[in-house]
């Protein structure tokens, strides 16, 4: 028995709800056939009035249409609630209605004096006022939208059960989040299908208490003058009365219901609750509420209309709209400080991981500390003038190098400065602070003290002397660069030198894609078939090493094409690019029209031809040259260069085409900027003028 006892006591209550449901709609189906009293008679009428609002204001805070999933449900036994009531005042009217206003309870008696304002003439219009309200208006509508959002939730089903099988083969979501989903979509056209039924409920709901009322009224009317002795206008006013009071208990809770119905079906895809989506979309454009404040202003202007509301409201929409512009101002202002905040935290987040310190900048100018607070106050200057910088290496090279990342590092000396291209230290150099470097070249150095130091971007001979010395230098025209300019020029000359290693994937890509659409189409079509975009981008390193600008990609672009099909190597292919733009190659270095060019002698030419080795097939394969002759080809040109370069002319090194690529090779470390062009590199119309021969 304890054992019992105890095992009873242990179990878990069992819900009640089902049974109080199921009672309750025995209740309310025995109302239909079994009479009460007029106590139970107010207190279901109070119950469907109160069970109305609540309702609606469910209705006006869920989030979404699908959170009262049940409202059908709800709205069937409200409806039924409200009929039975009606059949059971309609029994208590007949039977009991010669007694008084109160016959059928206090609350059809309450209504019937409250609205009706002892007159029943006013009962009979505000009924059908709010049947015309109740039926034209709000459950029209209501079921037309119903049945649109039935449709084309319906319809767009398969499209969405495609969208989560299509998210669930990406590993967008998982198969659980996958089963959520269908359920949740499953759940959504259910709803939407029976809204459209349960729309119906609220249209014949009015129609049937406006035939209930009208029964009532006529047959309490012969009930009253046939079997209880009454007047024609006695019966009229008590049945009329009870009648009305009747139908107005009964058609405000229908109209509650109908007013939540057509709040939720006209909902639709607005996410929350009903004031925060009308307020929030309403006040979201100040200018609106400005407008409508006006337009007040100007009706409380018009002769014969009180001015007094309209300027109350005119003054509550202005308010308003000063409140949400400041508010919106606030916001903006507290969102920019917050993704401020953000950047900030995630660069230092990246500085200080492992992650982080993986990457490296691709053009980096380091300072030292001493170096780096002296030009604290110029970094301004210092910003603005790297942008000019790279702005004119966009225009004389064809593409945008990346940003210079400024920084400062205790490891390096204080007064010296590194330039690193992708994370390798390429140049340095050590100023001195606070004093100018006069260019002097091979003269000789002036009357003014100084230090000869070497300038660092071209290795130039000049002499360190302090800032009061400038205007002694312009007197003598000495030119002089302050350190900014010392910095930027050597920073120029560097990138200059590294601009292949500057011009990665992602901007050839970029260079393609600010194309014409044509020349897309013809790159996409060949570098799918004979040349990939690595090799595009291989050709276009070539041409900067050289530092021939791409800036003609479009003729660029047709050269390669033109050759592609037919040859493999790169440095064919570029060669042959060369001489398709050899009209920019000779502008480039044209002096007033005139081309100065100094050439190799013929020993070196035949020198030269033999060091080529070719393949069974006549192909160049290699460039195999003695050493002693190399280095003496490389001392002679050197000095021929050198003699040329101390008279100021802009000049280049003009060799056959077979061996061009291999004289800049041997060049190009001695004198990086002296261009070597070809025979057939030399365009038409160009007047070409030699300075000598180096033999």
């Known amino acids: 028995m304890a054992g019992t006892a105890s095992t009873t006591t242990g179990a878990s209550p069992v819900p009640l709800t089902d049974v109080a449901l199921a009672v309750g709609i025995i209740v309310m189906l025995s109302i239909l056939f079994l009479p009460i009293p007029t106590m139970l008679i107010d207190f279901g009428l109070a119950m469907s009035l109160a069970l109305s609002v609540l309702i609606l204001m469910v209705a006006l805070w869920i989030a979404r249409p699908l959170d009262f999933s049940a409202f059908p449900t709800v709205l069937l036994i409200a409806t039924m609630l409200r009929l039975a009531l009606n059949i059971a005042t309609t029994r208590m009217i007949l039977s009991s209605g010669h007694e008084g206003v109160n016959a059928a309870g206090y609350v059809i008696g309450g209504f019937s004096r409250f609205v009706m304002s002892g007159d029943f003439v006013i009962g009979v219009v505000v009924f059908l006022i709010l049947i015309v309200v109740n039926f034209v208006v709000i459950t029209k509508g209501s079921t037309r939208i119903a049945e649109v959002g039935a449709r084309f939730t319906l319809d767009a089903i398969p499209g969405k059960q495609m969208s989560i099988d299509a998210d669930v083969s990406a590993g967008i979501i998982d198969e659980k989040e996958a089963q959520l989903r269908r359920r949740e979509l499953e759940e959504e056209s259910s709803f939407f299908g029976s809204m459209d039924g349960a729309s119906k409920f609220v249209r014949g709901?009015?129609?049937?208490?406006?035939?209930?009322?009208?029964?009532?009224?006529?047959?309490?009317?012969?009930?009253?003058?046939?079997?209880?002795?009454?007047?024609?206008?006695?019966?009229?006013?008590?049945?009329?009365?009870?009648?009305?009071?009747?139908?107005?208990?009964?058609?405000?809770?229908?109209?509650?219901?109908?007013?939540?119905?057509?709040?939720?079906?006209?909902?639709?895809?607005?996410?929350?609750?009903?004031?925060?989506?009308?307020?929030?979309?309403?006040?979201?454009?100040?200018?609106?509420?400005?407008?409508?404040?006006?337009?007040?202003?100007?009706?409380?202007?018009?002769?014969?209309?009180?001015?007094?509301?309209?300027?109350?409201?005119?003054?509550?929409?202005?308010?308003?709209?000063?409140?949400?512009?400041?508010?919106?101002?606030?916001?903006?202002?507290?969102?920019?400080?917050?993704?401020?905040?953000?950047?900030?935290?995630?660069?230092?987040?990246?500085?200080?991981?492992?992650?982080?310190?993986?990457?490296?900048?691709?053009?980096?100018?380091?300072?030292?500390?001493?170096?780096?607070t002296f030009l604290m106050t110029e970094r301004q200057e210092l910003a603005f003038r790297m942008s000019r910088m790279r702005k004119r290496f966009a225009t004389q090279y064809g593409f945008v190098v990346p940003e210079v990342q400024v920084t400062e590092d205790l490891m390096i000396p204080s007064k010296s400065y590194q330039i690193k291209i992708h994370g390798t230290a390429i140049a340095s150099y050590e100023l001195r602070i606070g004093e100018i470097l006069a260019l002097v070249g091979e003269n000789p150095l002036p009357d003014i003290p100084g230090q000869e130091v070497k300038e660092p971007a071209f290795g130039m001979r000049a002499l360190s002397v302090p800032q009061s010395f400038t205007e002694d230098l312009k007197r003598l025209n000495i030119p002089s660069v302050d350190n900014i300019g010392v910095v930027l020029t050597h920073l120029s000359e560097v990138i200059r030198n590294n601009l292949p290693q500057l011009l990665s994937y992602k901007d050839t890509r970029a260079l393609v894609a600010r194309l014409d659409p044509e020349y897309r189409k013809l790159t996409d079509e060949l570098c799918s078939t004979h040349i990939s975009y690595p090799g595009l981008q291989a050709v276009l390193k070539l041409l900067l090493a050289e530092r021939v600008s791409i800036r003609n990609l479009e003729l660029i672009i047709e050269a390669i094409a033109e050759v592609a099909p037919h040859i493999r190597r790169t440095e064919k292919i570029v060669e042959h690019v060369r001489m398709r733009i050899a009209q920019q190659l000779c502008g480039d270095i044209t002096d007033n029209g005139v081309l100065h060019v100094l050439r190799l002698g013929a020993r070196w030419d035949i020198a030269l031809h033999e060091s080529i080795k070719r393949d069974a097939k006549g192909e160049l394969r290699e460039f195999d040259m003695d050493p002693r002759m190399l280095e003496t080809f490389s001392a002679e040109t050197s000095k021929a260069i050198r003699h040329h370069l101390e008279a100021a002319k802009s000049f280049a090194i003009l060799t056959a085409p077979e061996v061009r690529p291999y004289v800049r090779m041997i060049l190009e470390r001695l004198h990086p900027s002296l261009p070597v062009l070809s025979h057939v590199e030399i365009a038409r119309g160009v007047e070409l003028r030699i300075l000598g021969s180096v033999s």
């Open 205 to 372: 709901d009015a129609i049937a208490g406006l035939i209930i009322t009208a029964i009532n009224i006529i047959g309490g009317i012969i009930i009253g003058y046939t079997r209880h002795g009454m007047s024609l206008s006695e019966a009229a006013e008590v049945f009329t009365k009870l009648s009305v009071g009747d139908g107005l208990v009964s058609q405000i809770p229908a109209l509650i219901v109908s007013l939540a119905a057509g709040l939720l079906v006209s909902k639709g895809g607005t996410r929350g609750s009903v004031d925060k989506a009308v307020f929030s979309q309403l006040s979201a454009y100040p200018r609106a509420l400005l407008v409508a404040a006006m337009l007040l202003l100007v009706l409380a202007a018009l002769p014969g209309l009180p001015a007094f509301p309209f300027i109350v409201l005119s003054a509550l929409l202005g308010g308003i709209a000063n409140l949400v512009l400041r508010r919106t101002a606030r916001r903006a202002q507290d969102a920019k400080a917050a993704e401020t905040k953000a950047t900030q935290e995630k660069a230092a987040a990246d500085d200080n991981s492992v992650k982080g310190s993986l990457k490296t900048s691709e053009i980096e100018l380091v300072f030292g500390k001493q170096l780096s």
